[in-house]
């Protein structure tokens, strides 16, 4: 198992802001819709190494860009998808 860690904001505005500020940070960062676990609203999150938080905090304190919570998720390392399908789509033709 995994753990991630995310960052939600107040609103879309913010979510979009930080990824800008944090584009030529450095920091190691993938905008996601947010989890489940975290909400069942609708709305973008960004998901980070938990390492990174202090580097993305201070990126986005100084760019004034406000967020929510920080979460730390326990997940299931994603499985690596079959091509038995398109295995046997390819034989056929």
Same mark, same amino acid.
Do not use: F, Y
């Given at each position: 198992m995994a753990v991630n860690c995310y960052f939600t904001f107040p609103t879309v505005y913010f979510a979009l802001r930080a990824e800008a500020v944090l584009k030529d940070s450095g920091c190691s960062f993938k905008m996601v819709p947010v989890p489940r676990a975290i909400s069942s609203s609708c709305?973008?999150? *960004?998901?980070?190494?938990? #390492?990174?938080?202090?580097?993305?905090?201070?990126?986005?304190?100084?760019?004034?860009?406000?967020?929510?919570?920080?979460? *730390?998720?326990?997940?299931e #390392?994603?499985?690596?998808?079959?091509?038995?399908?398109l295995a046997r789509k390819e034989a056929r033709a």
């Open positions: 709305g973008t999150a *960004l998901r980070c190494p938990c #390492e990174e938080i202090d580097a993305i905090k201070e990126v986005l304190e100084n760019n004034k860009v406000q967020w929510d919570n920080v979460h *730390l998720l326990q997940e #390392e994603p499985r690596p998808r079959s091509r038995g399908l």
